[in-house]
């Protein structure tokens, strides 16, 4: 009698960052950005912060324009304010 309670069928699930559709980590390639751009690392060795796209030409081709805007929302983001003082004595 199998284990109702087994995470043996388990298959992690991740996003496209194009398509934004969930699927299996087996079916998109992983990347991580770098200031120089993106590098993809499809065995998954590298221990960074990672993304996923979908292995489809609609995706690849997309992810120039979301590689744009995660690098604008990086850099707005970095450069916001530090401390905003409340009131002046």
Not at 11 to 35: D, W
Not at 42 to 48: E, S
Not at 50 to 74: A, E, F, I, S
Request: net charge positive; glycine share 6%; proline share 9%.
């Amino acid at each position: 009698m199998p284990n109702m309670h087994s995470k043996a069928q388990h298959t992690p699930q991740r996003t496209c960052v194009v398509c934004r559709t969930p699927k299996a980590v087996g079916e998109l390639i992983s990347f991580f950005v770098l200031p120089q751009g993106i590098v993809f690392d499809p065995q998954r060795r590298v221990q960074r912060r990672r993304n996923y796209v979908c292995q489809t030409p609609d995706c690849l081709r997309g992810l120039d324009k979301w590689k744009r805007n995660h690098m604008k929302r990086r850099l707005a983001q970095a450069s916001g304010p530090i401390f905003s003082p409340t009131g002046t004595a």
